[in-house]
Structure formats: structure tokens, C-alpha cells
């Protein structure tokens, strides 16, 4: 059985590592990478031909590859040229675009997505979403501070004392908190709110002071994203970061809900009122971000305020971000394929769960049957 691994279009980072290469091997998978696929993570093609894979044309990769593994989807031409029953796996989002699903079914591919995987436990070890959001919160502080005018630390020179920056994260899942030891490390003073209450323990535990609004819906089962709160609970919590936004240096926003567009935790108003020189970051850009003003892919300027949207600060660090990537994805090839065949055992609740172009003869049957 082949995997195809092509180039990604407009991204640094590639699917699968040298390093994983004869773990493939072991599990009976032959490897096809597209020439200079690894060039934006540093791993040249003599990189995985030395580990045993074989650099191929995108032509070639279409024509053999039973399995196309890739870290953003690949363009829509690209594969509607996959031969028939090819398994597609990537970050495809079947939830926010209900088209993709039909799409493959009629061009007679088979999907994976990464961000269906159930984020439990047991999928840890395969949880893209987590690992590339710890290198977004990394980031999101490094780019903070190459915006802000500011010294990140107190200072204390011969010239005069100068204050620590402080810095308000919104949001304490997986990227926050990766935000918040960052911006700890570097000096800063943090504040953090999040609508789960577990969340405490975990922010303080950094250092960081928490920053409580009573009456958050706490929803364990959202897989580590947002829940819609009621509108009450939005007002009152939109008072409360207006107050501390206008004491920050850095706003960092991450909070998102599956599948809806990301809540408003920073309106216009709130920013007329930080202080020039200010820097949002906001991470959750791609789905409308938590900024009222966020533009995505964009850096703009209001008011004397930086506000950068990019939900995707992981691609700016692409060597750690693939290798991340390519152990998350290896845990989960472990899962579907066993001695160099494809099985897509649906009764398996990580495989039910990431495979999303399901057909009725490949549901599991009822129990008793």
C-alpha cells in the first residue's frame, strides 16, 4: 500500500517527517513524497530518500497512492484526479463546509479528517488540533512582542525603572495556556478568563491571575472548544475584559465554538479604549475571529491598536509544527492500517469519529445483529 505525501500549497510545513519514514515502513506502507514537499520545514528530498521513501512527481503521487495524507486539504482539481476509492486525510472541516462530504462521495474518494478525531484520552497521541494549537500560543506571544513598542520584563536600568507589559488571554484551552507560560517566561504580567471553571487551577498554576465571570455554561463534552454562553453571561463578560483590556498591553483571544462562527469577546468600543501602541493577536481570525475588528490574514491598525488575525501562526514555525504533525498522524495510520492493508473498522470510535464520507453499507451494525 502506498502513501502519497504532496507539497503544500502556500504553507511551510509538510505532512510527514524523514524521522517517521521506516515507522511507515513497519506498518507496510510505502512512502511517495513530492519533490521539495519538505523544503519549507528544512528536510530536503536526500533527507527521505535516505530513510527509505521515494520522491515522485504530484502525477505519480495521483496514479499510485491508495492513501493521500496532507496538512491542509488538497485544491479541488487535485483531487478529483486521485484514482477511484483513494482515502483522502487532512485537516478538512466537514462541519463548517457541508459540501465536502458530497464531493468526495461523488468524485468516489474516501475522507479523514483530523479535526473530527474525537478528542479523548485515547486519541490524544493523534490530536492535530491540540498539538498545532500549543505553536499558535507560542507564536501568538513571540508576535505580540515583535509588535508592541514595549519591554515584555520590569526593567530596572540606570536610565529609569520600567514596568512589566501585561497581557490578558481569552481563553484557556490548549493555545492559552501555551500563551500564558510564554508570556510568563518572558517577563509579562498575565490575566486569563476562560468559561470553564476546571480552567483555574491549570492557569494559576503558570502563574497567571484567572479571571472569574459567574454563570458560564461549562460544557465538558465540547472537545476543548467554546460552548455558546447566553447573553447575559456575554454582556457581563464583555464589561469585565473592556475593563481589563484597557489596562493591557496584549490581548491574546483563542475561543472558538465548533462549527459556528467565534464569539465577540473584544467589540470596537473595548479597543478604542486600550492604549495606543497596544497589540491583539487573535487566533480565531479564520472563523471571524473574537476581535470585532480582526481582519483575517491581515495586520491592521485601529486607533493606534495592532490587531493581527492569523489562525494560522503554527505555519510560521514549520519545522516543529510537522513534527508534531507527523507523530499525530503515524498514531493515527497505527489505527487504520494493520500488516500494510486499509481497515476502516468502524466500530473503532476514533475511526467512526474521523471518518466523515461514511456510507450506509459501512456503518457498524446494530448490536444483535
Given at each position: 500500500?502506498?502513501l502519497?505525501?504532496?507539497k503544500e500549497?502556500?504553507?511551510?510545513?509538510v505532512?510527514?517527517?524523514?524521522?517517521?519514514?521506516?515507522k511507515?515502513?513497519?506498518?507496510g506502507?510505502?512512502?511517495?513524497?513530492?519533490?521539495?514537499?519538505?523544503?519549507g520545514a528544512m528536510f530536503t528530498?536526500?533527507?527521505?530518500?535516505a530513510?527509505?521513501?521515494?520522491?515522485a512527481t504530484?502525477?505519480a503521487l495521483?496514479?499510485?497512492s491508495?492513501i493521500?495524507l496532507?496538512?491542509?486539504?488538497?485544491p479541488?482539481?487535485?483531487?478529483q484526479a486521485?484514482?477511484?476509492?483513494t482515502?483522502?486525510?487532512?485537516?478538512?472541516q466537514?462541519?463548517?463546509d457541508?459540501?465536502?462530504?458530497?464531493?468526495?462521495r461523488?468524485?468516489?474518494?474516501?475522507?479523514?479528517?483530523?479535526d473530527m478525531?474525537?478528542?479523548t484520552?485515547?486519541?490524544?497521541?493523534?490530536?492535530?488540533?491540540?498539538?498545532m494549537?500549543s505553536?499558535?500560543g507560542?507564536?501568538a506571544?513571540?508576535?505580540a512582542?515583535?509588535?508592541?513598542?514595549?519591554?515584555?520584563p520590569m526593567m530596572?536600568t540606570a536610565?529609569?525603572s520600567i514596568p512589566?507589559s501585561?497581557?490578558?488571554?481569552l481563553?484557556a484551552?490548549?493555545?492559552?495556556l501555551?500563551?500564558?507560560?510564554?508570556?510568563?517566561?518572558?517577563?509579562?504580567m498575565?490575566?486569563?478568563?476562560?468559561?470553564?471553571?476546571?480552567?483555574k487551577?491549570?492557569v494559576e498554576?503558570?502563574?497567571?491571575k484567572f479571571?472569574?465571570?459567574?454563570?458560564a455554561?461549562?460544557?465538558?463534552?465540547?472537545g476543548?472548544?467554546?460552548?455558546?454562553?447566553?447573553?447575559?453571561f456575554?454582556r457581563?463578560?464583555?464589561e469585565e475584559?473592556?475593563?481589563?483590556?484597557?489596562?493591557?498591553?496584549?490581548?491574546?483571544?483563542?475561543?472558538?465554538?465548533r462549527?459556528r462562527?467565534?464569539?465577540i469577546?473584544?467589540?470596537?468600543?473595548?479597543?478604542?479604549?486600550?492604549k495606543?501602541?497596544s497589540v491583539?493577536?487573535?487566533l480565531?481570525?479564520?472563523?471571524?475571529?473574537?476581535?470585532?475588528?480582526?481582519q483575517?490574514d491581515?495586520v491592521?491598525?485601529?486607533?493606534?491598536v495592532?490587531?493581527?488575525?492569523?489562525s494560522?501562526?503554527a505555519?510560521?514555525?514549520?519545522?516543529?509544527?510537522?513534527?508534531?504533525?507527523?507523530?499525530?498522524?503515524?498514531?493515527?495510520?497505527?489505527?487504520i492500517?494493520?500488516k500494510?492493508?486499509?481497515?476502516l473498522?468502524?466500530?473503532?470510535?476514533?475511526?467512526?469519529?474521523?471518518?466523515?464520507?461514511?456510507?450506509p453499507?459501512?456503518?457498524?451494525a446494530?448490536?444483535g445483529?
Open positions: 500500500m502506498k502519497g505525501i504532496p500549497q502556500g504553507d511551510g510545513r505532512a510527514i517527517v524523514p524521522a517517521t519514514i521506516p511507515l515502513k513497519d506498518l506502507l510505502d512512502v511517495l513524497i513530492e519533490a521539495d514537499a519538505g523544503l528530498d536526500a533527507d527521505y530518500t530513510q527509505g521513501a521515494q520522491i504530484l502525477e495521483l496514479k499510485e491508495d493521500f496532507s496538512v491542509n486539504p488538497l479541488e482539481g487535485t483531487m486521485m484514482q477511484p476509492q482515502l483522502v486525510i487532512s485537516l478538512f466537514p462541519y463548517m457541508d459540501t465536502i462530504t458530497d464531493k468526495l461523488g468524485w468516489n474518494l474516501r475522507g479523514c479528517s483530523f478525531i474525537p478528542r484520552t485515547l486519541a490524544q497521541s493523534m490530536d492535530v488540533l491540540s498539538s494549537a505553536v499558535a507560542y507564536r506571544v513571540l508576535e512582542a515583535r509588535h508592541l513598542p514595549r519591554y515584555f530596572i536610565a529609569g512589566p501585561k497581557v490578558l488571554v481563553g484551552g490548549v493555545a492559552g501555551q500563551a500564558i507560560a510564554t508570556a510568563r517566561r518572558l517577563g509579562a498575565v490575566e486569563a478568563f476562560d468559561t470553564r471553571a476546571a480552567a487551577e491549570e498554576s503558570l502563574g497567571a479571571v472569574e465571570v459567574p454563570g455554561k461549562d460544557e465538558k463534552s465540547a476543548g472548544y467554546a460552548v455558546e454562553q447566553s447573553e447575559d456575554l457581563r463578560q464583555r475584559v473592556q475593563i481589563r483590556a484597557a489596562k493591557a498591553d496584549i490581548i491574546i483571544t483563542t475561543a472558538q465554538v462549527g462562527k467565534a464569539p469577546l473584544v467589540p470596537k468600543e473595548t479597543i478604542e479604549k486600550m495606543r501602541g491583539i493577536v487573535d480565531a481570525a479564520s472563523t471571524g475571529g473574537n476581535c470585532e475588528l480582526t483575517n491581515q491592521i491598525q485601529h486607533n493606534g495592532t490587531i493581527i488575525g492569523n494560522n501562526l505555519g510560521l514555525m514549520p519545522q516543529d509544527s510537522s513534527m508534531l504533525f507527523s507523530n499525530n498522524a503515524l498514531n493515527f495510520l497505527k489505527v492500517v494493520q500494510g492493508e486499509l481497515n473498522d468502524m466500530n473503532n470510535e476514533i475511526v467512526r469519529g474521523a471518518y466523515f464520507t461514511t456510507t453499507a459501512e456503518q457498524p446494530a448490536k445483529e
